[in-house]
């Protein structure tokens, strides 16, 4: 099977404990001993069960395609029994750039709505910071300017009166920004906002830390997901959740930051600097996403629900999905 992700994301074994760099482990469904008395070390498993609602189709449509998001296969996330219930054409293919799977669906004259429904079990372990080289094309593509994650001269005047370390930018973030969803203009990832209103979600804390690091010469990526409630959740329409990792080249690794968690949760602010919990589905990474066959604009990021063209024309109304999933913990791994 082809890699989902570049191959820096992929090679070979846990990184070394950041703080401790005293042990490795193999990363593939294994719990990663955590460098903290509050990490989460559980590993966890997901029977996911979604569906994508297209509806509002114009009634002469001749072509809709549908571009569905799947759990990605990572080093620390398994997937399996990946199933695509649909009465129309489907395959999985890959965006060019970042390596994304997802599902594409062709609709010839297509009806005013239709459904798709997919399958999925996910095994999802803790992760850390781990070992990775970086080729020049790589470290060009994580340290560019996107369309929301701004390299302007007033994010390179911030960044320079930051100390110049991945935790004072980390601190920075978790110190200015205010987790809000009420101030219009939240979501969309945008850190010259961020600037400007100190507000935001997820994505909003994720570019601005992005834009700060891209700015000192400090190759970031974004990823998009799901949140997961180790109880289990039924028949969820929205939510998502998005962190970063960013590659410190001086010990070759790629490390984790979940600042907006670190902002709702202060007593783990520690924590997410360096790790993530296992309470979390990635469905996509990076930004300015560009499908294969899809005629509009670069996404701003792939959503975790599906992005739809009828007719070659970028359809954002009537696009929803529902979301049933079981949780379970998997047992450790034999010593």
Excluded at 161 to 188: C, F
Excluded at 257 to 263: G, T
Aim: proline share 7%; charged share 25%; net charge neutral.
């Amino acid at each position: 099977m082809l890699p989902v992700i570049p191959s820096s994301f992929t090679k070979g074994r846990a990184a070394l404990r950041r703080v401790m760099a005293t042990a490795t482990a193999m990363f593939a469904l294994a719990a990663i001993a955590p460098a903290s008395s509050q990490a989460a070390p559980m590993t966890r498993a997901y029977d996911l069960s979604w569906s994508i609602h297209v509806s509002q189709v114009a009634r002469d449509a001749r072509q809709a395609k549908v571009w569905i998001a799947i759990p990605q296969t990572l080093p620390e996330q398994r997937v399996t029994r990946l199933e695509i219930e649909s009465p129309y054409g489907h395959r999985l293919v890959r965006d060019a750039t970042f390596h994304n799977q997802v599902a594409e669906i062709d609709v010839p004259n297509p009806p005013d709505s239709f459904t798709v429904s997919l399958l999925a079990h996910v095994e999802r372990a803790p992760v850390e910071s781990r070992p990775a080289k970086l080729s020049s094309k790589e470290r060009a593509l994580y340290l560019r300017r996107e369309a929301l994650v701004s390299l302007s001269p007033r994010i390179h005047a911030i960044a320079d009166q930051i100390a110049d370390t991945n935790h004072d930018r980390y601190e920075y973030v978790l110190s200015n920004m205010e987790y809000d969803k009420t101030a219009p203009g939240w979501g969309h990832g945008d850190s010259e906002r961020a600037c400007d209103v100190r507000k935001g979600n997820c994505t909003d804390f994720h570019s601005l830390f992005m834009s700060l690091s891209r700015a000192k010469g400090v190759p970031t990526v974004f990823e998009m997901g799901y949140p997961m409630d180790p109880k289990g959740e039924t028949a969820q329409a929205g939510g998502y959740h998005c962190w970063a990792w960013f590659y410190d080249d001086a010990v070759k690794h790629w490390t984790p930051v979940d600042i907006s968690e670190a902002r709702k949760h202060s007593d783990r602010a520690d924590f997410f600097f360096g790790h993530l919990d296992a309470d979390r589905v990635t469905f996509s990474r990076g930004r300015d996403i560009v499908l294969p066959g899809m005629k509009g604009a670069p996404l701003n990021y792939l959503p975790v629900g599906a992005y739809v063209e009828v007719d070659g024309k970028t359809q954002s109304e009537g696009v929803g999905r529902l979301l049933t999933y079981k949780s379970s913990s998997l047992p450790p791994p034999r010593s």
